[in-house]
């Protein structure tokens, strides 16, 4: 096992997938977004810990991905969200991913490949209603849901769209929101007076079950909320009372090496740090390779033995400083914690560089080994 470590809170994990059942009612249905390897915290283990918990489905951004849970000997339901290449639709139809269909070309590739296979696919119609992003135009839906639902093995399963703000509580943000989710109403109010059976409704991402309970329909796909962070200003249930999660990852590592510094001395590429004092340097095995952003160079800290010390010097790619002070009580060895547990979280580092928390969990690297824990100091590696 490597010095620098993901631990993965799986005990964290399921009671944020709770918190938002019983946020929305059991009468609703849950997708888990497992794409980008589970926002860095392991598709695999992540699917089967949601599916063990009775979630409806999972979805991947892309076809390799699904192909992986598949692989993995998961048999759920799995969303396609972007859109793939056509050389790649044997692998959607070999592997039974459900795409979302934004226009009547693909729609029709599909309904070529599946029927050349023998089978039926099931596909999500794709509205977009503000994103700009994929889907077809909200007064084209009825249209397109014609068209699918004509193909012969094609199963119109379900009508989705997605949102652009619906993580900001300021007032111009949702009245977009509330616009977009009207205009989703009006599509699928044409969806149904064309005839056709809209399937599973789903549009409501983090942000709009926190803000936006109209917008929950059949099924929600909470993203960012289930690995533990809130989006956005004053994002409060609709009945004031706070949505509660906790962050499911932690970044530890261990001290490797101590060595003392002289005041005036510098630390790293670039010398960007001196040491204002003589001091004791404990240098950590974790770098920008791993995930640890480079911008936190100078900006962040490690807790060791309950106590915070600040990070010194330019973060490398396979290591980064932590200066000690004059009389430190680390020894070599040590644990190190870089966020989550006694540590501040992904969402404070985000916010001191200027990011999201997405962006820390995704990036910490495949190197970096995931370690599973239900409770604390149990845990398996994945």
Avoid at 9 to 25: E, T
Avoid at 160 to 167: Q, R
Wanted: hydrophobic residues 45%; negative net charge; aromatic residues 6%.
């Amino acid at each position: 096992m490597r010095a620098t470590r993901a631990i993965i809170r799986l005990d964290h994990f399921l009671g944020n997938l709770r918190a938002i059942q019983g946020h929305i009612g059991q009468g609703r249905r849950i997708c888990v977004p497992v794409k980008a390897d589970a926002y860095g915290h392991g598709a695999v283990a992540i699917a089967r810990a949601s599916l063990s918990a009775g979630v409806y489905c999972l979805s991947v951004a892309k076809v390799p991905e699904g192909v992986i849970l598949r692989e993995a000997g998961i048999d759920a339901p799995i969303l396609l969200f972007s859109q793939p290449l056509p050389a790649e639709i044997p692998e959607i139809i070999k592997n039974r991913l459900t795409p979302l269909v934004s226009d009547g070309e693909f729609a029709a590739m599909l309904d070529q490949a599946a029927s050349a296979a023998g089978i039926r696919l099931p596909v999500h119609l794709k509205i977009d209603t503000g994103m700009g992003r994929m889907g077809c135009s909200a007064a084209d839906a009825p249209v397109l849901a014609a068209h699918i639902a004509a193909c012969a093995a094609l199963d119109y399963a379900g009508t989705a769209t997605h949102f652009a703000a619906a993580d900001s509580a300021a007032p111009d943000d949702r009245a977009y929101t509330e616009r977009q989710i009207a205009c989703f109403k009006e599509a699928l109010a044409g969806i149904r007076a064309a005839g056709l059976d809209p399937g599973i409704v789903h549009a409501a991402n983090s942000g709009a079950i926190i803000l936006h309970p109209e917008s929950w329909f059949d099924m929600v796909r909470p993203g960012i909320l289930l690995y533990g962070y809130r989006m956005g200003s004053g994002d409060r249930c609709s009945d004031d009372a706070p949505l509660r999660v906790e962050p499911v990852m932690e970044l530890r590592t261990n001290v490797v090496f101590i060595r003392e510094l002289q005041k005036g001395e510098t630390i790293s590429y670039g010398r960007t740090w001196a040491a204002p004092q003589d001091t004791v340097i404990a240098v950590l095995p974790v770098g920008y390779a791993d995930g640890l952003p480079r911008l936190a160079s100078n900006q962040w800290q490690a807790v060791i033995g309950g106590k915070t010390y600040p990070l010194v010097g330019r973060i490398c790619m396979d290591q980064c400083m932590v200066d000690l002070g004059p009389n430190p009580e680390v020894q070599r060895w040590d644990e190190a914690v870089i966020f989550g547990g006694p540590a501040p979280s992904a969402a404070e580092l985000a916010q001191r560089i200027g990011t999201i928390p997405y962006e820390i969990t995704c990036n910490i690297n495949k190197r970096v080994p995931r370690v599973y824990q239900e409770d604390r100091g149990l845990g398996t590696g994945d």
